[in-house]
């Protein structure tokens, strides 16, 4: 079955920058959109970016345009989220999630399986 | 702020039936199908609902879902204990270019 791992969370001051990994087994990677979705601690979701199957095309949340990008290596089934000049504000859990299109034949917006999260903590 | 608005909290007790709300715009459930995410305490989201009113494998029947214009429902009949969580609905903004959530509803079993 779809197994999602996120990994690189931990604590952070601000101003630096972390890279956060999803390692993904159980399905045809390589033919999926993949996102990453946060949540701050007792807060709702928050969704952060998306990337198409093969790689090619991105978008983020308005939040955190021009700070986290995501990327992927299809040869390694892993999505990742770079994120720099990070913020108190970027304190959360991040999960990373599977969309069940490719983001071509569809719109990318039915995340169908998740990952278990990694906390980010951003403090001096 | 959440672009599409849900009710803070809903409650119901075993066996009635609870509906939750979602409201949009034009550029998102107006133009967009809605998905529902449910929330265990201490989980990871979990998919339950998609293209308005379809159930993922495995989802009981008791959820439904309903979309018109630019609002969004998931109702649950014979609520039970095991349904209490949190709620989210969601849907593609054509006009941020990305995936727009609720800011979520917590459901409590009473």
């Known amino acids: 079955q779809v197994h999602l791992v996120e990994s690189g969370g931990g604590v952070v001051p601000p101003g630096r920058s972390l890279r956060l990994s999803c390692a993904a087994s159980g399905f045809a990677f390589s033919t999926h959109g993949m996102h990453w979705v946060r949540q701050a601690p007792g807060k709702g979701l928050e969704w952060v970016a998306v990337?198409?199957?093969?790689?090619?095309?991105?978008y983020n949340g308005n939040s955190v345009k021009g700070r986290l990008t995501i990327s992927r290596d299809n040869s390694k089934n892993t999505v990742f989220l770079q994120m720099n000049s990070l913020r108190a504000e970027d304190t959360t859990v991040y999960y990373c999630?599977?969309?069940?299109?490719?983001?071509?034949?569809?719109?990318?917006?039915?995340?169908?399986?998740w990952g278990q999260g990694t906390l980010v903590t951003v403090s001096s | 702020q959440p672009v599409l608005t849900q009710p803070p909290s809903a409650s119901g007790t075993p066996g009635q039936r609870v509906t939750i709300s979602c409201s949009g715009s034009s550029s998102n459930i107006g133009s967009n199908v809605v998905n529902w995410y449910q929330q265990l305490p201490g989980t990871a989201p979990k998919y339950l609902m998609y293209s308005n009113n379809q159930r993922p494998s495995g989802v009981p029947d008791r959820f439904s879902g309903s979309k018109s214009g630019t609002s969004a429902s998931l109702a649950i009949s014979g609520l039970q204990s095991e349904d209490e969580a949190d709620y989210y609905c969601?849907?593609?903004?054509?006009?941020?270019?990305?995936?727009?959530f609720g800011g979520g509803t917590k459901l409590t079993v009473l």
């Open positions: 999630a599977k969309d069940r299109w490719d983001c071509v034949t569809n719109t990318c917006q039915f995340l169908d399986s």
């Open positions: 990337i198409w199957y093969d790689g090619s095309k991105t």
């Open positions: 969601a849907a593609w903004d054509d006009s941020l270019n990305g995936v727009v």
